[in-house]
């Protein structure tokens, strides 16, 4: 789906409050291609959403365009998120991803 909206979701099953657990992909609108893998052990609302809002602190950060971008959620344990996320990196070899993908080989 698209990502999310300010103050809601419309990605069902995520909830804007409260401990949530999963790993997400965001991938290109037109050509579905996995652009990046992430999970978070515990607010997965709010992690998925710091990749689209603008930053103003000086470490350099990728902010994606909510309208070029989709986002897709895979809900889990957060022992499970974690280990998710690597055998996915592993798999798919997400282009923003590129230094998880280095660290895990070694």
Known sequence: VEPYKENATN???????GEQAGVYFIMSKTSRE????GFSS???????YRHFQQW?????RIV???HRYL???IFTTPTRAANLEKYLIM???????????????S
């Open 11 to 17: 990605i069902p099953g995520l909830r804007t409050e």
């Open 34 to 37: 996995v652009i990046y893998i």
């Open 42 to 48: 515990n607010n997965l609302y709010r992690t998925i």
């Open 56 to 60: 103003n602190d000086i470490r350099e």
């Open 64 to 66: 994606y365009d909510k």
């Open 71 to 73: 986002v897709r959620v």
């Open 91 to 105: 798999k798919f070899r997400p282009r923003d991803n590129e230094n998880k993908y280095e660290n895990y080989l």
